[in-house]
């Protein structure tokens, strides 16, 4: 399948009056490229493991429209056959209007074509076998070396949920998690995405897990990747919302009954997130942490040490940092 694109070129101020009027042409959604920064609110609802902030906004975006070309190379717009020269007449004479009272900067239109992309597997062709220490982690499209097949290995097929296993805050929390859990590891994961660390932490020998993500994609990410690692799903519960804000879901995980809480996440969130999940770990629970590029350790340290957490080890990775702690018993 085919689509011709129009991306016109405008300012972040007017993204939302563009595709609005341009929604009234029959151009519906908008690819939106822009370099503004998260708000806080989409900062919590990040529950992954995230590069440092990007470039700084610069005030330019760009929207592109979609329109599917047919077999014949026929356009179509609200059921009327239409041609690329009249949907971009359109689109010039709508910025022109809106010139006349508001910015909208450059206001050009580029016409391009392109193809359908499989976005669900094209990403594949950059995720492949790798090692986090004496541990293989593998994807389901390729196949175990005979050298392998003694090591611990995780099949992960991580699809549209975040977590792979490559970023070094999800490695700081393995080797975090190796460390405390036994075969009575009670474990809750905040931000489960693939759900690569409670996967490991029951490979490991913990008892039972509980992942809380806020992407309804997890649930489906997190049964293909059980099934593939043999992990009964009995072993692994799965929860969709935020728990630092909804009392139900905080109900549904449970009070007081967790070994560990591992929690590989935004330090912007960790820091709302510490004081409510104090009241998941048991007395004596191990709360282990990353995500934490390495400017903001101490904003993360002072949220564990007010919670009435023991920071017990604070472990370095390239740019980021893991912190480990214990509430008293």
């Known amino acids: 399948m085919k689509w011709v694109k129009f991306r016109v070129k405008t300012v972040t101020g007017a993204e939302d009056i563009i595709i609005s009027t341009l929604y009234d042409i029959g151009l519906e959604g908008a690819q939106i490229e822009d370099k503004v920064p998260l708000t806080a609110l989409e900062k919590e609802q990040m529950f992954v493991d995230i590069l440092p902030d990007g470039p700084e906004d610069d005030g330019v975006a760009y929207l592109s429209f979609f329109v599917e070309k047919k077999e014949d190379g026929s356009l179509e717009i609200n059921g009327e056959a239409t041609d690329v020269n009249t949907i971009l007449q359109n689109i010039k004479n709508e910025l022109e209007d809106l010139r006349m009272f508001c910015d909208i900067g450059e206001g050009t239109v580029v016409v391009d074509e392109t193809e359908d992309i499989d976005w669900i597997n094209n990403w ?19 196949d175990i070396k005979p050298d392998d097949r003694d090591r611990m290995v995780l099949h992960i097929d991580p699809g549209t949920a975040f977590g792979t296993g490559m970023h070094e805050t999800t490695q700081l929390c393995i080797r975090q998690l190796r460390k ?40 489906e990410a997190v049964a293909q990747n059980c099934e593939v690692n043999g992990i009964d799903r009995r072993q692994f519960d799965m929860m969709i919302g935020n728990i630092i804000t909804d009392k139900t879901v905080q109900d549904k995980v449970g009070y007081g009954c967790y070994d560990i809480v591992v929690a590989n996440i935004l330090a912007d969130v960790l820091v709302p997130l510490t004081p409510v999940i104090v009241n998941q770990l048991k007395k004596g629970g191990i709360y282990i942490t990353s995500g934490i590029i390495n400017d903001k350790e101490e904003t993360v340290r002072k949220a564990v040490e007010e919670a009435g957490l023991e920071i017990l080890e604070v472990t370095y990775q390239g740019e980021w940092v893991s912190v480990t702690a214990k509430l008293p018993e």
């Open 180 to 219: 405390y859990i036994t075969p009575e590891t009670e474990l809750l994961d905040v931000g489960t995405g693939s759900g690569i660390l409670a996967i490991l932490s029951l490979m490991f020998g913990a008892k039972h897990a509980v992942g809380t993500d806020l992407d309804p994609c997890a649930v």
């Open 124 to 142: 594949k062709q950059y995720f492949h076998q790798f090692y986090i220490d004496d541990i293989l982690v593998i994807p389901s499209w390729e």
